[in-house]
């Protein structure tokens, strides 16, 4: 029996530095939920330092939330620092299929090979070359709907692809798992989806990418399970998910980890 703690045990021993170059919206969340789960972030996006930065960060995240041309540069500068130094990293896809440029960028940086994807449903059919239902960041499509998808991809970029939704699919292409921890209120507060970009990304640094992805997920629902023991609003519910991150143990999350190898 897999012991899922021992992921957040390492993760908080190592306190990796996770380099971000995230949304406007995320930004201030994703640090302070980095924060508490026991990691370093860094905010930035730049070309002329991100690259570099790269080299440097345990991980990076990159999510094309807010796209401009000159965000898109600093992202790929980022993600070619990273794979010459062999530095892991994660890519969001956000709202890939909404329009001709976030498809076009998606399809750049997917070219560039990241470590894992994560998005939602409709996001991994979008990039999978499925038709898709989703508009805008939301997902409209079923995360059963999107598996397949999700495997042909994971096996195209040699990585990861997590589908994340009321249930989680996390696949290398063969092997998957299914997380079923989470709660109702988790969509209700933005950025909350964003951040844990910056969460996975941490937990996969010195790890194996597939169960340290599972279990960084697993952590982050059980996180939204605790808060809502303690609120029914958005609002507390956001203050009560960041208290959560930091006060679940590992021995919490070995007994509540819902994670089905498939």
């Known amino acids: 029996m897999t ?14 530095l996770i380099q971000n170059i995230t949304n406007f919206v995320a930004m201030n969340v994703m640090a302070n939920v980095i924060l508490s789960s026991g990691a370093s972030p860094a905010m930035l996006h730049a070309e002329e330092e991100s690259g570099e930065f790269a080299a440097i960060a345990s991980a990076l ?30 890519l969001d896809p956000v709202a890939a299929g909404a329009t001709t440029y976030r498809r076009d960028t998606s399809a750049q940086l997917i070219a560039m090979k990241p470590s894992i994807i994560r998005g939602n ?26 598996e397949d998808g999700a495997r042909a991809l994971a096996k195209s970029i040699g990585g990861i692809v997590a589908v994340t939704g009321p249930e989680d699919f ?13 709660h109702d209120m988790m969509p209700l507060v933005t950025a909350l989806g964003c951040s844990l970009n910056g969460v996975i990304a941490a937990f996969i640094v010195g790890q194996p990418h597939l169960e340290a992805t599972a279990a960084a997920i697993a952590y982050y629902g059980h996180a939204g399970e605790v808060a809502a023991k303690t609120t029914s609003a958005p609002g507390s519910f956001a203050t009560a998910f960041v208290d959560a991150l930091y006060t679940i143990s590992p021995e919490q999350l070995s007994q509540a980890a819902r994670i089905e190898k498939i």
């Open 3 to 16: 012991d899922w703690g021992q992921h957040l045990s390492q993760m908080r021993q190592t306190a990796p």
């Open 61 to 90: 995240t990159i999510n094309i939330g807010t796209l401009s041309a000159d965000w898109v540069r600093g992202m790929v500068a980022a993600a070619d620092g990273a794979n010459k130094a062999g530095t892991p990293w994660v």
């Open 121 to 146: 449903a409709s996001e991994i059919l979008a990039v999978s070359g499925a038709m898709t239902k989703g508009k805008g960041a939301d997902s409209a499509d079923s995360v059963t709907a999107a």
């Open 170 to 182: 996390i696949t290398d292409g063969q092997a998957a798992y299914r997380v079923r921890n989470g």
